[in-house]
């Protein structure tokens, strides 16, 4: 491999060939790593591109002083390169996985009669490390099978021949348990030790079927030699793995061996699920943070996380499946997306995990208790409120061209609406169109009810419309002598102005806030509300009338028709019997008699 170095002005003077790029500052630190296919192309997008460009790429940009170049083979040396790089280095615009665990490994040392136990320190030349494990239990649980399997040394002992020889030890009580063979007093030669040993391997690579292979054939064979208590140690060692296996989930056995990524993000972090697949077993789960620092895409912290967790994980399986198209592909990397089948159970797996692990750290960080607390929070804060507003109750009138005047009370709890609390008022004590006098009606009905029932006032009202009608409820509110108890608030539909009492100015929240898109969906229920009211009180005021023009037919008639039926619609629909049970057999022919008139005419 071969380093240059570069100035940023001469970054069309690299070659358009693949490696790794570095950037300096002026105190001689590297502040970026990357990796590209055209070296050329990659480095001189940082300094021409200016469109689209996130302020954090501009700064790091305004910080380089040097370059410096490796050039590789290919688009994948350079990936894995980089990786290392970031990994010795890192660089603070780089992403860097955010996981600070020593995870821990299981080491066959290297010495006669080998031992196999854990450590998070891997220390060159003393053994053979396997690993890492994602947690204690997982690497607990395979190091409790070896040993449940096979009789391997737990002492640290030196066990060299000569030592042996001059019967320097004594076996100790694992030795009377069953659980050691007794090698330091020679009671175990070497070769039958490394047996066990080379079993115990084949499991720690994740090779049970070797191992079951290896206990079913001593087990066959002494059986046909009659030996049956030696039959069933054999068998019993071969359950041991059965039920090891069983706890392990098993997907598909002719899925050998696969890697599976997933990634979710959010506007600061992307979060990787990583799912190792060992002979048909998932014996690795992972979910790691990827904090973003260059506005960096999906598939550029996917790629990243795929590197990083199979170096840390000693993966080298031949095939890789994730959940998002990659535009580009690489040389010794089988990369792709299933879309149906045990691969594509496997991957909405991993997706399920990656997302409940997003789900877990927002809701520990406190970003979002819960949606509706987060926006009624918001609003709290916008209005100044002493209380979270999770019980609001919002009023509007409606009077078309001045008829048959009604109001609306809608109810939202907990910022989602409550249909049951929902309330109808026709206007009694006012005449005429007058949306100030039959606000201060319908608010004073409403909160005089509550009172007298002993229920709870809401912790904000809205009413639908500027001053005047802010105004008419608030005397509504002195008159019950709970002014100042409950705040309340008018919003006007021309410019979304928030009204206090008491105050000629409004205030405005922010068009793009969470809490005013709740503050209109509130009021557009409630007028939403009214308007069906209103035309349902037309439609029956005008069919009543129409009912007490038929002969026979008075007002007490006419209210048991549209009581029972509810509207015009059904009463025409309906049959004689239906009609007949309802006001009697010679009061329904006559109306029916009526409507086939009215039809024909």
Known sequence: MEASFYTPEEYNALPDQPGVYKYYNDNQELIYVGKAKSLKKRVASYFVKNIGVNHKTRRMVREIRKIEITLVNSEFDALLLENNLIKKTQPKYNILLRDDKTYPYLVLTKENFPQIYPTRKMIAGRGIYYGPFASVKAMNNVLELIRSLFTIRTCRLDLSPYKIAEQKYKVCLEYHIGNCLGPCEGLQGEPAYMKDIEQAKNILKGNLGIAKAYFKQYMQEAAEKYAFERAQYYKDKLDLLEKYQAKSMVVNPSIKDLDVFTIVTDEKIAYVNFLKIKNGSINITKTVELKKKLDETESELLLTAIVRLRDQFNSESPEIIVNIEFEE??????????????KKHLLDLSLKNAKYYKKEKALAAGDVADKKFRVLKQLQNDLSLQEMPDHIECFDNSNIQGTNPVASMVCFLN??????????YHIKTVEGPNDFASMTEVVGRRYKRLMEEDKPLPKLIVIDGGKGQLSSSVEALKNLGIYGKVPIIGI??????????????????????????????IRDEAHRFAITFHRDVRSKKAFGTQLTEIEGIGPGTSEKLLKHFKSVKKIKEASLEEIEAVIGKSKAERLLESFEQKKSG
Do not use: M
């Not at 040389?331 to 149906?340: A, D, F, Q, S, T």
């Not at 910022?415 to 109808?424: L, M, Q, S, V, W």
């Not at 009204?499 to 409004?506: A, G, I, L, N, V």
């Open 329 to 342: 592909e690489f040389e010794g990397l089988n990369i792709h997306v299933p879309k149906i089948g045990d």
């Open 415 to 424: 910022g989602k609406p409550a249909n049951k609390e929902y309330r109808h």
């Open 492 to 521: 006007a539909k021309r410019l979304e102005e928030i009204y206090f009492p008491e105050d000629s100015y409004p205030i405005h929240i922010d068009k793009k806030s969470e809490s005013l898109r709740l503050l209109q969906r």
